[in-house]
């Protein structure tokens, strides 16, 4: 009993120790963490943070185009979030005579802000415990039926939660289904583009400085949302009127001073911090190093091809940008796991584990054969899993001319069913703009290398049977690349426009047996009838699994708090500015300041290079008023928030819920907090929201938008 008893003081000391500011907390039980939130500098309440009685902070938290966060900052609908997640629109309205990424972009008044179609912002309304419904609807069905009836009970339930689509509802699980929350959401359509600094501003540092520590980059722009007169959702229109919030930040520009509380207030993408040794093995040594190499072979050649044209490199930006940060991500990912030993600590508290479950009879029943059943799944699903993410990397990030190809699937295959319920024509014109917008941003001969590269490695990553019949042939082999991207109709966009124009019953058929059509769907077609169900088959046995598993934890260790996975709903994680040591003989401070940019600054360098007026500011320290006490305009800080994918953008907050900065990355040894969370070396990056007013200020001369925000110091 003694033994038993050191034991589990040994695990609770190591999970207190390791996960200190771990968590990405669900915003309705902040209750449960008020008391620690408060002890460590926050000035507020649970109820002021999230609340559906009154105006809370979550009412000015923004789901921004679905992948990041952003943050209402003006009672006249000003938007904030990084400048690389407004990246895309900011490439879109580019031209080689309108070079807004080079430039920047800067509307002098509201008429002046340009209209993003696609582009939606998402308020949450609220977010209800559904659980006990959830688990209600699975008791009385057998375990063949029980995906079944938890899909026709969330379809219910979030039915009558849309109020005939005033609003959309989703039920979310957590802890793998343990525990089941409906998320609420209002989404407007009408989100045009206020401004942005230049690239040399806004992604100074490029793929050098990316996911690294010290930052000075200023990783921000401006949106406005737009509704109709009664302040609702609108298609864009002339007739919409700039959104009223209930609830904008007010901007602190007093400052952040090292071991400041912070809190970081948004949508992270995913964690897995619950994965079992053998799951973190296959991450580590196996599934990164094939994501790595592919993306390495991607970026080698479309960075050539950007540095040969300047029309390239515009119609190739936001793409570069998209393969590349996922791509040094993991690498840094991999390094942390490494650095931390988390495969040997993941064995160690899951030989702790098993022997405490042995010592209990009860236990041992129900959990003792758990880990062993968990290695068997993850055995299981490996080969399914990798076909999986190569799919993912070959298409996704691959080749383009496949997945644009694929949006043609449904008019070929369905053209007779479209045409007797009237949607031909809709169909069309949707192809239509969709080849229009492909083809403008599209170099035929770049993707084509790609092609040829990836298809190599993905045929080599993956099982024969798991691939397409043509990329499993050899001789098939050799033929596809001249027959995709010179014979097929879908490699021009005058062929692509004439077949729509000519497209009937009587010639789709002909389309079928095209040799870029035949291919992709081919590709289509063997993932989700082959890798798909054998994935989702063993990923469903491993999430129950899973549950069980968490189950037990917080069975086993009451005292625990024990965070839910971030699954990209709304999400609080506090901590406080920081520095960090990450490696042996580096210490870093927790901030950078304007003399770091011009110590990097290097004229004509793709990742370094500067506007001269911005040169001339800094060297004059032309600081105005955002300078910090000492003198020194501060650019980027450091914090232990847990954070992920998906948070950026989002606002870092002081005790007081003022916006102090805006989270943009993490440092490369943290990007294993996906997997683990080691406060010693884990931190996120956030650029000081004093360096975003200068900018706007000072360097843009935008003060108009400055007049709208509420400032204090």
């Known amino acids: 009993m003694k033994i038993k008893s050191l034991l589990l003081l040994g695990i609770l000391f190591f999970t207190i120790k390791v996960y200190s500011h771990e968590g990405m907390w669900i915003p309705t039980l902040l209750q449960a963490i008020e008391e620690p939130m408060q002890a460590e500098g926050l000035r507020l309440s649970a109820e002021d943070i999230y609340s559906i009685n009154h105006s809370s902070l979550k009412d000015a938290i923004v789901h921004f185009g679905g992948g990041c966060t952003a943050e209402m900052i003006s009672d006249q609908g000003l938007l904030l979030t990084n400048y690389h997640c407004g990246y895309s629109q900011i490439q879109s309205h580019s031209t080689v005579d309108q070079d807004y990424l080079t430039d920047g972009f800067w509307a002098g008044s509201k008429e002046e802000e340009l209209r993003n179609p696609g582009l939606t912002a998402t308020f949450i309304q609220r977010i209800e415990d559904v659980t006990a419904k959830m688990l209600d609807a699975m008791a009385s069905v057998s375990a063949e039926e029980k995906e079944k009836a938890l899909i026709e009970m969330a379809a219910l339930i979030e039915e009558e939660a849309s109020e005939n689509g005033k609003y959309k509802a989703k039920i979310v699980p957590f802890y793998y289904g343990a525990e089941y929350y409906m998320i609420v959401t209002k989404t407007y359509n009408d989100v045009r583009l206020v401004g942005a600094p230049p690239s040399a501003v806004g992604k100074f540092g490029g793929d050098t400085d990316n996911w690294i520590w010290p930052r000075h980059t200023g990783d921000f722009s401006l949106f406005r949302i737009y509704a109709d007169a009664e302040n609702e959702p609108s298609a864009i229109s002339d007739n919409n009127k700039s959104y009223k919030p209930l609830k904008s930040l007010q901007i602190s520009a007093a400052g952040v001073e090292e071991g400041d509380f912070t809190m970081v207030y948004g949508f992270p993408g995913r964690t897995e911090k619950y994965l079992v040794s053998s799951a973190v093995d296959y991450v580590e040594n196996k599934e990164n190093p094939a994501k790595i190499a592919m993306r390495e072979a991607t970026l080698s050649i479309m960075e050539k091809s950007m540095a040969s044209d300047d029309k390239i490199r515009i119609q190739y930006a936001a793409k570069q940008s998209r393969v590349s940060n996922a791509w040094k991500k993991w690498i840094g990912q991999n390094f942390g796991l490494k650095q931390q030993k988390v495969l040997d600590q993941k064995i160690k508290w899951e030989n702790e584990f098993q022997s405490l479950v042995d010592e209990d009879p009860e236990m041992k029943t129900k959990y003792g054969d758990l880990l062993n059943k968990l290695q068997l799944m993850n055995d299981s699903i490996e080969s399914y899993k990798m076909a999986r993410s190569m799919f993912i990397e070959y298409v996704y990030y691959g080749p383009e001319l496949i997945r644009f190809i694929n949006k043609f699937d449904k008019i070929v295959q369905s053209y007779e069913v479209l045409e007797k319920d009237g949607k031909l024509e809709e169909e069309k014109e949707k192809l239509m703009k969709a080849t229009d917008s492909f083809f403008k941003n599209y170099h035929q001969p770049t993707d084509k290398l790609i092609f040829d590269k990836l298809t190599e490695m993905y045929i080599s990553n993956v099982q024969t049977e798991l691939l397409a019949l043509s990329l499993r042939n050899p001789k098939a082999r050799k033929k596809l690349s001249n027959n995709i991207y010179v014979k097929s109709i879908f490699s021009s966009k005058k062929g692509v426009k004439d077949m729509l124009k000519k497209i009937k019953a009587s010639n789709v058929k002909k389309l079928k047996s095209d040799p870029g059509f035949k291919f992709a769907s081919e590709v289509y077609v063997s993932y989700f009838t082959s890798t798909r169900p054998n994935y989702s088959k063993y990923e469903s046995k491993i999430s129950d699994l899973m549950r069980q598993y968490v189950e037990a934890q917080r069975i086993l260790f009451p005292d625990n708090r024990f965070s839910p996975d971030a699954n990209s709903t709304l999400r609080l994680t506090y901590g406080k500015a920081e520095g960090s040591r990450p490696r042996d003989g580096v210490i870093y401070r927790f901030y ?51 954070t992920s994918g998906g948070n950026s953008g989002s606002p870092t907050l002081n005790g007081k819920g003022q916006l102090i900065g805006l989270n943009f990355d993490r440092s490369w040894e943290s990007t294993m907090s996906d997997i683990m969370f080691a406060p010693d070396i884990c931190r996120n990056i956030m650029v000081d929201i004093r360096y975003v007013l200068f900018v706007i200020d000072k360097y843009a001369g935008a003060d108009h938008l400055i007049k709208e925000m509420d400032i204090v110091y």
Not at 623 to 630: I, M, N, R, T
């Open 592 to 642: 950078t300041t304007s003399q770091g940019i011009l110590d990097k600054y290097v004229p004509g360098s793709k990742d370094f290079d500067l506007p001269k007026k911005l040169v001339n500011l800094l060297e004059n320290k032309d600081f105005g008023s955002y300078a910090h006490d000492d003198g020194t305009l501060r650019v980027c800080f450091t914090g232990s928030n847990h």
